[in-house]
Each structure stands twice: as C-alpha cells, then as structure tokens.
C-alpha cells in the first residue's frame, strides 16, 4: 500500500525517552488521519519507522514491542552502533512515503511543528529543514550557556565550510521529498553527525530548492549531541570533500609537494645535521622561533614575549615574525622531533600548500584547463623570488591564505553573500596576520593596484562592485580589530616594541635585477645575483628577461581581455615600486627618483624592503601564463603548429628560472659542553651563559646551542628585531653594549686590543647587567685573540672544559 508520510527515528539507547516520543508521535498522526485539531485529515497513510543503532540498553525491545502493537510502526535494526548518520540511512532508505520526515528521539522540536515544514514542502521545496537560527524560532529551554556557545560556533564553521547560507544544519527535524530524499541517503557516505551537511549539500549540488523554516526547540536533558561533536563534523566533512577530489587535482598537489621535497631534499636527509648556508643566520633563528613557541605552548607561557635571549630586556616575540598561526599547529612536531625537523616541514608542506592554493584561485576565477593552472600556480609559487625566501623566510612563502583572501575579496564584489563573506575575509586576514603581516601587505598593495587597473579598464563592473565590497571590507575589519587588538598593541607598544626597522638608504631593486636570473635558478649566476642583490635571502625579481618577453607577447595578444590589462597593469605598477625611493639607470650615473619615495615614510610601509614589492610579480605573471596556455590548449586541431609553438615558447620562458635544490651542507654541531649538558654545573638560578663573542646577526650559532639544550640557559644578546635609543628605531640584534661591542670588534678584525681599566670596569658592568655566571668560548676563527681578550677583561685566565675554553664567574663577577 502506498505511504504518504514515512516518519523515521534513529535510536541509541533511548529507553527512558523512546515509548513517549513514539505515543506523541502517534497520537499526532492518528489526530491528522481523522481530521481533528492535529492535522487536515490528509496523513492517512503514514509509517513510524524506529532504527535502533545497536542500543545495550532496552531501546531494541521497546521499539518491538510498539511495531507488534501497531504494524504501521517499523523496526529496523542495525546489530552494532554506527552513528546517527548509518542509522538515518537505514531508515530513509526503508521508508516508502511520498514525504520523508527525520526527528529526534528526544523530539526537542515538537512533532506539532511538521504543520510549519508541510508548508514549505507545498510550496514547491525538496526539503523542508527546522531552524532554531531563522528569525521567527521559539527556544523554550536553552542549553548551558557554554555549550550553546560551544554549538553555534561549531554550526557557524560547519556553514561556513559546507553549506553557506543555511543558519542551522544540525537542528533533527527535516521533512523531505521521498523519492529524492532516499536518492541522496543511497549516496551518502557519512556515518555520523555529519550527514546532515551531507544530505544538504546533495540537495544543493542536484538543483532542489531547500528551505529553512523557524520552529519551536527545546533543549531536553539527556542530549547525545555534545560539543565536541560539531568537531567531529568538521572531519567528517572534511574527509568527504577529500574522497570527493579528482585524481587529477590530486596529481597536481603530489606534483606540487614533490617540487617543494626536492627543493629542501639538500635537508630532509637529516633535518638536524644539516644547514642551508644561504639562509646566512636565518635557520638559527626560525629554528629557535619554532622552539620557543612550543615551550611556551607546553608550559602555558605568553606566546608573545620571552627573555631567553636578548636577557634581561627580552623580545617581543609579535614584533618578530614568529609566525604563531604556523609555529602553534607545528608545536607537536617540534616537541617530538625538535625545531629543525619541525620548521623543515611547516616549510615544505607550506610552499606545497601555497601552490595548491594558487591552483584552486586560478581554477576557480581564470581558466578550467588543469594543465594550465598548475603552470601558471607553480610560477606563482615557485618563482626565483619564492625560492630565495625559502632559505629561511617561510612568512615569505607560506602564503596559502593569500588566494583565499583574494577569493573573498571577489566574492565581496560580487555582492551576493557580503555579511558572510566579510566575516569570513576577517577570520582569513586574522590567520594571515599570524602568518605574516608584510606579505598581507604586499597582497593588498597587489589587489589595490589590480582593482584600480581593472575598475578603469570596466568601471560599469566597478561602480556595482563598490558598495558590496566596501560593506564588506567594513565587515570584515569589524571581525579582525577585535580578535588582533591585544596582539598588535602588544607588537607596537609592548615591551621591546619599536617602531620600524632601518634597512638602509635604499633597498630597492635593480632594474637590471628584473631582468637577470637569481642564483638558484638554472640559468642563474652567483656572482651577477650577488652584485643586484642585499643576500642570497633577498633576490626579490630575477625573473629573466625571457619570462619578461613571453609576458609581453600574452599581453599584446591577449589585450582586448579587461583581466589582462589588469594584470598587465600589476606587474608593471609592482615592478616599478620595487625600485626603491631612488634609483640608477643601468650603465649609467644618472640616479632618479624612485616611486617609493613618498610611501617610504608612511606607517607600515617605511618597515617594508621596498624591492619585495616585486614578488607581487609572481602570481601575477603565473596568471598570465595560465591564460595563455589555457588558450592554446583550447585551440582547434587545425591550429596544431601554432598551438605546439606557443607552448614551446612558454617553456622556453619558463626552463631558465627552474629552482635548482637549496644547496645544503654539514651543521657544526653544539661543543659538548653544551650538547652534554656540562653547562649545567656553571649556571645558578637566574644566571645567563654568555657566548664569546655574543650572538647577533652576524654569528648567532648561540641560538642553536640553545635549542640543543632545551632552552635550558637564557642568553644576552641574540639575533632578533628590537628598540635602539630614545626614539626606539628597530634594528637588528640586542642594543649594544661595550663588551659585546669589543668582542664583535675582535672577532671582525682578528686583533686584540690593549685592554684598559675602562674596558675592564665595563665589563663588569655588563657582565652584572647580564646576569652572566660562565663565559663560552667555542672554537672558532679568531678564537685565540678573542680568548686573550677575555682573560684581559677578567684579569684571570680560562679553563678547557668539554671542548670550550670558560670562565665561570661564580666567584669573582
């Protein structure tokens, strides 16, 4: 016999419950099939289908007992406990109704309110969903506060990432069409909480309209739904959006990661024993960033300030990019493997990751064609200025968050979601903060120039996006200012703050630099990078004149598009920034006005090295290719000759500036006194270690001897950013002091200098300053001067011990 409603209720020990949900439930149904106050007499077939989810308490028999009292009551049984979602599939996937109504057990939403949802099925929707979120709902009882709080941040981020625009996906009451309700139970895959969103998001990929409509809840006591169960959604969805990739999207990441593994394979031989001589000091200091970060995390201290370095003034730990939004997540893996191994990985999984994330944008906002985004997303990533950061600067090239930002940012302009979406480009610009606040920076410099390129190139398209992207830009500074409040005022006013950092007269590029080849790129040449170029860490544009040609000739072709004037307008805007507030014409003497001049001395922008304004280039110039190529791949057969010189063209562009391995060499290991722990008999409470010469960012190995110890000494000096003077100008490494001052001199120049009284009482200033109980000389060029020199300062001479020459001050400082 046909069934015109089928009404299903998963069970999992619900003896106490299940007998007075089921008499409601048919009492309400038996009311509508004869006409009464319950319902208009059109439910005079209906089903109660009960699934019990392998209950041990007395669920099983209560459910028998009601369908052998009642045979439209249906029991279906599974023999162990699933989860919610196995048992809602067994029962949709048994019922045989017109509609499909799912409920509770513990009917929080009354079986009264199926009235409200009839309505909305009537009106032509494939689903009719209960909403405790919707204008119009009634919450008779309210959960503990916590966890109601607990519950709509969980739901938020599960609408956030699976189903935007529905306030409520958890609420359990749902009346559905009950052909197409059972299609998307037979393809669901979820088990748990999580096929509520799964069921939705089915209905949404198939066309069939949903509504959500307002219903009255209350909470009942019992509840199996708990807090941590909206974590277990966000997995489960999660491990649904994974099974659902493409093998060839798939193939694009492995090929990404493969790239970004054989660019530190120099590394991955063994993280702990080997450095990346061009990262200069940089690797002992992201190293100890990462180590850091994790003992704070383990020992509960503030994330954003220490006195393991720099004592006893300390570092403001935001005012230094330690990147808490990467180091925090990768605090389990330092503590297991160490910082080495840890930063190894957030580094190679992050560039990976950035790829990945440049491929989605330029597939979702440019070109369909596979081939082409992943070309056009590993020049983004993967371009000579990313790869010079990669020696030591991951804030510099884990830049996953950027095209996500950019997404919403789009999506902003296109007004249909702005609330949202503005609250989701505050959460995005949070995370990036902690990631990095320069390269947010530069990003917006980027998108500003690309909206003013191509708001003039289209200004129909621009004046209609203005009032939704300026709603939600509000919004979203609306989400951001309160969540980085405290940290921002931290970095700028807390201890240790400055308020920006010296760089030098001009650290602008080169023209000649656009144009050249960086020295890790195939075609590249040490020496001509090193001549255009701070360091190693600091070729911002080597992009090669031929990559520069091949742009030019997709622009002339590809001209009439509005996306690739705006493009086009980027990479010229960027590159000319990059030049500096002054610069020289190549082969001459001329030197002329740079256009960074009048930003260079704005807020922000007066910390920034102007020539990173040029890795705006990259993505950019990736964007380019993609269109190009897509646009080749497009072509039709007849136009084979064309169509395969056109790529041979871009691969030509492309094969010079191939990142070669990040050259690696054997570490020097910490002296035994050190990696012995032999210190430990040197140091009082509160003492420091002193290394001879002190570290800075010439020479901070101290660093590394720190994090081999466990961050067990706290150390003087240090390689950090911090206040110098009255006006607290940034500069790099602790304020100077007279000792470290002379063994930094020593230790340069090779020569000991005639120690006076003055020096001697000098030091002893600063020893006490310090806090200082041993001074560690290790072997090191120069160390036989540097050795007289201390002996002078101390009147006394040093001890071998474990390897290093010291002079324990226990006594005599």
């Known amino acids: 016999m046909s069934v015109d409603l089928s009404v299903v209720v998963p069970a999992y020990n619900e003896e106490r ?108 929707h494939a689903a009719a969903i209960g909403s405790r979120a919707r204008p119009g709902a009634t919450i008779e009882s309210h959960q503990h506060r916590l966890r109601e709080l607990l519950g709509r941040t969980g739901n938020f981020l ?54 959500e409509v307002p219903v009255r809840w209350a909470h009942q006591e019992g509840s199996k739904v708990r807090p941590v169960d909206y974590a277990k959604v966000l997995a489960e969805l999660t491990s649904l959006k994974a099974r659902t990739l493409r093998p060839r999207d798939l193939l694009v990441a492995a090929l990404f990661l493969a790239m970004a593994v054989t660019l530190y394979s120099g590394r991955w031989a063994a993280p702990g024993a080997r450095y990346l001589p061009d990262s200069l000091q940089d690797q002992n200091q992201w190293e100890w960033f990462f180590a850091v970060t994790a003992d704070n995390v383990r020992h509960l201290h503030n994330p954003l300030f220490t006195d393991l370095q720099n004592f006893p003034d300390g570092v403001n730990l935001m005012a230094n990019t330690v ?218 544009a080597f992009y090669g004149w031929p990559l520069a040609a091949l742009a030019f000739a997709i622009v002339v ?9 705006a493009l086009a307008c980027t990479v010229l805007a960027a590159a000319f920034l990059s030049l500096g507030p002054k610069f020289r014409i190549p082969l001459t003497d001329i030197v002329l006005p740079g256009p960074w001049a009048p930003l260079s001395h704005l807020p922000l922008f007066e910390s920034v090295i102007e020539s990173r304004v040029a890795m705006v280039c990259a993505p950019a110039l990736g964007m380019l290719v993609a269109l190009a190529l897509a646009g080749l791949f497009a072509a039709p057969h007849r136009m084979t000759a064309a169509r395969c010189a056109g790529v041979a063209a871009v691969a030509l562009a492309l094969l010079p500036i191939v990142p070669a391995p990040l050259r690696a ?41 720190q994090t081999t110890a466990g961050l067990g000494f706290r150390l003087p000096g240090g390689y950090f950013n911090g206040p110098w003077g009255p006006d607290r100008v940034g500069i790099y490494g602790a304020s100077p002091r007279n000792t470290s001052n002379l063994l930094r001199d020593v230790r340069a120049a090779g020569r000991a200098p005639r120690i006076t009284e003055a020096w001697r009482r000098a030091a002893r200033e600063d020893l006490a300053y310090w806090k200082a109980g041993v001074l560690v000389l290790a072997p090191q060029e120069h160390d036989a001067e540097l050795r007289v020199t201390v002996e002078e300062l101390l009147d006394r001479p040093g001890k071998w011990v474990d390897g290093v020459w010291i002079w324990d001050l226990h006594k005599g400082s």
């Open 323 to 540: 990147m808490l939004g990467l180091s925090v997540p990768f605090a389990p893996v330092t503590w297991l493997f160490g910082p080495a191994a840890a930063l190894n990985a957030a580094m190679t999984l992050g560039l990976a990751a950035t790829a990945l994330a440049w491929y989605w944008l330029i597939r979702r906002r440019l070109v369909r064609h596979r081939g082409a985004a992943a070309v056009g997303a590993a020049l983004a990533a993967f371009a000579p200025p990313m790869v010079s950061h990669a020696h030591a600067h991951p804030n510099f090239m884990v830049l996953f968050m950027i095209p996500l930002i950019i997404d919403r940012a789009l999506r902003l302009c296109e007004g249909t979601r702005v609330v949202r979406d503005g609250v989701v480009l505050g959460l995005f610009t949070t995370y990036q903060i902690f990631l990095g606040e320069e390269p947010l920076l530069l990003a917006a410099v980027g998108m500003l120039l690309f909206a003013a390129a191509y708001g003039l190139a289209h200004r129909d398209m621009a004046r209609a996006a203005l009032r939704p992207l300026a709603r939600g830009l509000g919004v979203a500074v609306a989400v951001t200012v309160p969540l980085v409040a405290f940290p921002l005022h931290w970095q700028f006013f807390g201890p240790q703050s400055y308020t920006s950092v010296l760089h030098g007269d001009n650290a602008g590029n080169s023209p000649l630099a656009l144009l050249s080849f960086a020295e890790r790129s195939l075609a590249g040449n040490e020496k001509t990078a090193a001549a255009l170029s701070a360091n190693p860490t600091e070729q911002n």
């Open 158 to 211: 599960i609408r956030t990432v699976a189903v935007p625009g529905v306030r409520d996906t958890q609420c359990g009451f749902k009346l559905f069409d009950g052909d197409r309700a059972r299609e998307a139970f037979a393809a669901s895959r979820l088990r748990g909480w999580g096929i509520d969103v799964e069921i939705l998001q089915y209905f949404r990929r198939s066309g069939w309209p949903v509504a």
């Open 17 to 124: 419950r299940l007998a007075p949900t089921l008499a409601a439930i048919r009492a309400y149904l038996e009311d509508g099939a004869e006409g009464g106050p319950g319902g208009s007499g059109d439910r005079t077939r209906w089903e109660l289908i009960v699934v019990d989810d392998g209950s041990t308490d007395g669920t099983l028999d209560i459910a028998a007992d009601a369908e052998a009292a009642d045979p439209r009551v249906r029991l279906v049984h599974s023999p162990r406990n699933r989860g919610k979602g196995h048992a809602l599939r067994l029962g949709v996937l048994a019922s045989r109704g017109d509609r499909v109504l799912i409920t509770d057990a513990d009917l929080a939403t009354p079986i009264e309110e199926l009235e409200c949802l009839d309505k909305a099925l009537a009106d032509g």
């Open 665 to 705: 060499v054997e570490r020097a290991q910490p002296p035994g006194f050190i990696a012995h722990g032999t210190w430990k008999k040197y140091l009082g409470d509160g003492e420091t270690l002193v290394p001879v010469p002190l570290p800075d960012p010439a020479g901070a190995e101290a660093l590394h001897w």
């Open 557 to 565: 072709r590809l001209w009439e598009w509005t996306v690739v004037k």
